[in-house]
């Protein structure tokens, strides 16, 4: 059964860090890339990060506080948030993509049910 499970989450001040984990069961990270969305209130889901295999891309006004990796685990990708902003609250997503990572949502067919950050003084 493909699972993936979100972790990680809270409720941080301004310029604190966050690390989410996708815990992933079921199938294999070497033919699926994992993405990290997010989705504030009000606002169209977006892609933040993903990575296929070894290769780490992350959104471009994205770069430089958010980090994308494979955890020791093998089975756990991990989204490292650094210097968080209050932007920056929303229910963030892991989800599974056959082969690369081609920052097409339409191409993420797995979902899990999400973890609530939220950023505030």
């Known amino acids: 059964q493909v699972q993936l499970v979100e972790s990680g989450g809270g409720s941080v001040q301004p310029g604190g860090s966050l690390r989410l984990s996708c815990e992933t069961s079921?199938?294999?990270?070497?033919?699926?890339?994992i993405g990290w969305f997010r989705q504030a209130p009000g606002k169209e889901r977006e892609l933040v990060s993903c990575l296929w295999k070894t290769e780490a891309s992350v959104a471009d006004d994205k770069k430089g506080r958010f980090t994308i990796s494979r955890d020791n685990a093998e089975n756990t990708v991990v989204l490292q948030i650094n210097n968080l902003r209050p932007e920056d609250t929303a229910v963030y997503y892991c989800?599974?993509?056959?082969?690369?990572?081609?920052?097409?949502?339409?191409?993420?067919?797995?979902w899990g049910r999400g973890t609530q950050v939220t950023v505030s003084a």
């Open positions: 079921g199938f294999s990270l070497n033919m699926y890339a």
């Open positions: 989800a599974r993509a056959w082969g690369s990572c081609l920052w097409d949502q339409r191409d993420f067919d797995s």
